[in-house]
């Protein structure tokens, strides 16, 4: 599938590391291709409005004016103004998530117990590559989970399952607005939201 | 004018406010509110004060911001109290985490059933969409705006606007994603929370996102805290389950140094 041409001259091709981060802006008009090269590999992002980074993605904005919690194509990724940044054009993934949040060396502390407090996790990415653009933790807020699969069961029960991505599947989002896109691959291991491997993702610009 | 009484405002001094819940003493009440429908508010309280928020005529719905008073960035983390604890849905015994993993609050009453972690507030832009103006001087302000007021006077900023959680209105999730709105007038219905840290609240009472109704449509929300103690060591609560055993051990250790 990722014979899918491109719409438009690449700009920008980059395959991001496992477990690391990664950010770039994305002008208004441009698209971003994000491809799972190993398959089932969650890329965590968010998205700041690059002329005003107090104006930044917001879930909740997001999930109640489209009345649904999963990301298809034709989702709208407003802002904390309830301003469209960004609109997912195309995925050969069913949906992706953006209520299960970051990972955390805290939280996994949590939730898995305190022996993996020393592991790296998506809010060290985060805020390591914010840093780079002025940005510190109370910008830090909700987030994109691509290729991430957090089902509700009826009585609540929320829980990150396996995923429904595979090598190759990738998802494509153009930007409405000139957008600092900043992403951590998933380093994590204690569940199987990377099928328990991180792996590479390659990430194309193009316009 | 001065000593003039309205249906929505502060008990000043708060020790002489009435109609309290039982076993509060009024010499132990640090704030009492009447917030109107539209309006908002704003508190620090200690550790272990108790919160109490009423829906005294139905169509209360309290976006809600918890930061920790005594720290810079420590606040309310909704993916985090949803994801940690297994559990979209908001209720007795849950607690409300921080992004560093400990207790701001655990919710101790819960006589509503129907909160939301999921959708927000209101934004200045949905409410025009809505109501044809949101801004905060309009008859429809917007819960984000409110919230920034609320966070700019307690000395923080816009940008500390983060997700917050929705008391009183409730949001259900299908399997296939799509979100069910619960919102019929409950009148009476109330929420307790116990604050585990120190704790900056900061709510605005405005009309839940996915509330449909063409009018602006908000009532009255009764706020009430008094001086109380955290979780005691025995407390079952802190044992329900592994993860929340962690939660409050994590808070424990930062609260004791």
């Known amino acids: 599938m990722t014979a899918t041409p491109f719409s438009g001259e690449v700009l ?33 992002c968010v998205l700041f ?25 034709g989702s709208v990724l407003l802002s904390t103004e309830g301003r469209p940044m960004m609109t997912v054009t195309g995925s050969t993934v069913e949906r992706h998530d953006t209520i299960g949040g970051a990972c955390s060396k ?17 809010v060290e990415n985060f805020l390591h590559e914010m840093a780079r653009h002025g940005l510190d933790a109370r910008d830090l807020q909700s987030n994109i989970n691509w290729f991430m699969n957090v089902p509700v069961d009826p ?36 569940n199987p939201c990377n099928g328990f491997d991180p792996t590479p993702v390659r990430m194309v610009v193009t316009g | ?38 309006g908002y508010s704003w508190g620090v309280l200690p550790r272990g004060a108790r919160l109490r ?14 930061h920790r008073a005594d720290h810079p960035t420590e606040r309310l983390n909704v993916a985090d109290t949803v994801k940690v604890q297994w559990q979209a849905y908001l209720g007795e015994g849950a607690l409300l985490l921080s992004g560093v993993g400990r207790v701001l609050a655990a919710v101790v009453e819960d006589t509503s059933g129907r909160h ?49 959680i929705n008391l009183f209105k409730g949001v259900t999730v299908e399997p296939d994603g799509a979100l069910t709105f619960a919102g019929e007038p409950r009148p009476g219905a109330h929420v307790e929370l116990r604050a585990e840290m120190p704790l900056l609240v900061s709510m605005a009472n405005v009309p839940h996102p996915l509330d449909r109704r063409t009018a602006y449509t908000a009532t009255a929300l009764r706020v009430t805290a008094w001086r109380g103690d955290p979780a005691a060591i025995d407390d079952p609560a802190r044992t329900a389950t592994p993860e929340v055993e962690r939660a409050y051990a994590a808070t424990d250790m930062e609260m004791s140094r």
């Open chain 1, 12 to 44: 920008h091709d980059e395959v991001v590391d496992a477990r690391a981060p990664w950010s770039h802006v994305v002008r208004s008009g441009q698209s971003l291709r994000i491809v799972d090269l190993g398959g089932n590999q969650a890329v965590d």
């Open chain 1, 49 to 73: 409005v690059a002329d005003d980074p107090t104006e930044r993605y917001s879930a909740p904005d997001t999930i109640a004016a489209q009345g649904n919690a999963f990301l298809t194509v």
């Open chain 1, 106 to 122: 805290e939280s996994n502390a949590l939730r898995y117990g305190f022996h993996t407090m020393a592991q790296h996790a998506c």
């Open chain 1, 155 to 190: 009585d609540g029960t929320l829980g990150i399952v396996d995923g429904i991505s595979a090598p190759g599947l990738w998802v494509e989002v153009r930007a409405a607005v000139d957008v600092l896109v900043v992403v951590s691959n998933c380093p994590q291991v204690n």
């Open chain 2, 1 to 38: 004018m001065a000593g003039t009484q309205v249906d929505t405002m502060p008990t000043v001094p708060p020790a002489t406010a009435t109609d309290l819940p039982p076993g509060v003493e009024p010499t132990d009440v640090l704030w009492d509110e009447v917030v109107a429908g539209g």
């Open chain 2, 53 to 66: 928020l009423t829906d005294t005529h139905g169509d209360a719905c309290a976006a809600l911001l918890l």
């Open chain 2, 116 to 164: 939301d972690a999921l959708c927000g507030t209101t934004t200045a832009r949905a409410n025009e969409a809505r109501y044809g103006e949101g801004a905060p001087h309009t008859a429809c302000p917007n819960g984000r705006d409110h919230l920034a007021l609320a966070l700019t006077k307690a000395g923080r900023s816009r940008r500390e606007v983060a997700p917050n």
